[in-house]
């Protein structure tokens, strides 16, 4: 009996919600915190140091230490890896860590640096929201009419 009230709650509670997807609003890091280029590079390089021996460069989780340690890693080059994942909760397990995975203390990257990191987690995969919109395709250029080279 109960339940069909709490469906009903759910869904009005989802109707006050603003327009934006309860997925895209999950997918903070970006408000947490100011992202830069700079900051991008910043996250990059303390990504290779820090989390590339696991997760590997391109963020795919198939690298010698994940296999020798066994571990089983996301591939973050498919953006659905993490698409229901929520900001907060990767801040934590990176904060935390996880299992097999240690923890990024303060004294390793501040808070503004764990969000960038999340952010640049999230570009690596492709299609992501997150990412900095991919460069427009140059417009269909008019093919080069073909005219046939002078003196053939
Ligand atoms: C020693 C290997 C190791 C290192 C180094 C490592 N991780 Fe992980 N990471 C893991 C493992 C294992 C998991 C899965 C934990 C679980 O769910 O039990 C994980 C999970 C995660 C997750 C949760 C999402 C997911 O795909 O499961 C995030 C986010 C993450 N790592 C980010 C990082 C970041 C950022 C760094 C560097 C600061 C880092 N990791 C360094 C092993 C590692």
Known sequence: ???PVLLVSAVALFAIAPSTSPRALAQDAATKTKVTADSQTKAKKLYAIDCALCHGATGDGKTDLAKDM???LDDWTDSKSLANAQDSELFKTIRNGKGKMPAEDKGRATDDEVWNLIV?????????????????????????????????
């Open 1 to 3: 009996m109960l339940k």
């Open 70 to 72: 066994q571990l089983t």
């Open 120 to 152: 640049y987690i999230r570009s690596m995969g492709k299609a992501q929201p997150v990412a900095a919109p991919a460069p427009a395709a140059p417009a269909a250029a008019p093919a080069p009419a073909a005219s046939p080279a002078p003196g053939n």
